[in-house]
């Protein structure tokens, strides 16, 4: 098949997608310029095994938008870290309601996590009562 015609779908070419290389199709629209096309590409095999194979150039290119689509690293470490920050800051509210419950000072609470008394109590009075 010659790249520069439309590629068939379901055994009928589609005139409305054009093959931008060897590996990306997009949808031709009146007024749309080609580095928008290409922004809105996706990945065609221009030579489809029968039997559902993909070559390894269009299966390096399917990885590499694969890859695009996740959480880099340092945001991913982030998003963790705030979970744990979240879940250690409950715990230790619900420490704080234990020690008030149990008749606790703020001086005793504030000392314990290394702040003064009025510090402590400004930080969990209203969520310990």
């Known amino acids: ?3 520069a015609e439309p590629a068939p779908i379901g055994g009928l070419a589609d005139p409305g997608i054009e093959v931008l ?6 949808r031709s629209l009146p007024g749309v310029d080609l580095e928008h096309r290409a922004a809105n590409a996706r990945i065609h095999d221009p030579d489809p095994s029968p039997y559902g194979d993909a070559p390894a150039e269009v299966e390096d290119a399917m990885h590499r938008e694969w890859i695009g689509h996740l959480e880099p690293e340092l945001l991913t470490a982030v998003r963790i870290k705030a979970q744990a920050f979240s879940a250690a800051q409950a715990h230790l509210t619900e420490a704080m309601r234990a020690a008030r419950r149990d008749g606790r000072s703020w001086a005793d609470i504030g000392a314990a996590v290394g702040i003064s008394r009025q510090s402590a109590h400004e930080r969990w009075a209203q969520v310990c009562g």
């Open 1 to 3: 098949m010659d790249l």
């Open 21 to 26: 290389d060897d590996l990306y199709e997009a």
